[in-house]
């Protein structure tokens, strides 16, 4: 497991104070052994929708595994603190929505129950698209640029200064919209 894999790290000690082998794990999480072993060795990309089934498996917080420590009182990021909260840059999306970076505008603080991020995301290119559906309700503002938002079966365009609000677990995907890079802000609230 690589130094800088934090993330990994922090799924193999909640799994290991559960008692729960990778298998165990997977099979709460409804996903392979492969997954949970390449997200521990730090060998995968993490993904929004697995990661969120892994941290209700586990009875925490998505922030849990994402938060590099924890400090109490509010959690203040100035603009010149943007690049310093980047480090959840490989937090990315399933391939076919294209590359979402996440930068996180909580990390620290600890019990809270939403997540807020701004996230850029870069086209994939790809054509067919995987839909995916987990508990909990998301909340999108357009900052820059075009994403779309799949949701069951409608398709919404979001452009700057609007916002979509919906129950995440319709299956739905975010990505890039007519092949231009975008940026929105994103806050996640997914019960334990």
């Not at 894999?5 to 290991?16: D, P, W």
């Not at 603009?79 to 310093?84: D, L, V």
């Not at 399933?94 to 979402?100: K, P, Q, T, V």
Request: hydrophobic share 35%; proline share 5%.
């Amino acid at each position: 497991m690589a130094d800088d894999n934090k993330l990994g790290k922090k799924i193999v000690a909640l799994r290991e104070a559960h008692h729960l082998s990778q298998q165990d794990l997977a099979d709460r999480c409804e996903a392979d052994v492969e997954t949970i072993a390449g997200l521990e060795a730090g060998e995968l990309p993490p993904s929004l929708a697995p990661l969120i089934k892994i941290t209700r498996a586990l009875g925490v917080r998505l922030g849990t595994l994402m938060d590099d420590d924890e400090q109490h009182g509010p959690s203040y990021i100035d603009s010149t603190q943007m690049e310093e909260v980047t480090r959840l840059k490989s937090l990315e999306t399933n391939s076919d929505a294209g590359d979402l970076s996440y930068f996180s505008l909580a990390a620290g603080r600890p019990s809270r129950h939403m997540d807020p991020f701004i996230i850029t995301v870069k086209p994939s290119g790809e054509t067919t698209h995987k839909l995916t559906g987990h508990e909990g309700e998301e909340w999108l503002y357009g900052l820059e640029g075009e994403i779309e938002i799949e949701y069951g079966k409608e398709l919404y365009v979001l452009h700057p200064g609007e916002s979509i609000y919906y129950d995440s677990i319709v299956p739905h995907q975010v990505r890039a919209h007519d092949g231009q890079t975008a940026k929105f802000l994103a806050c996640v609230y997914t019960p334990i």
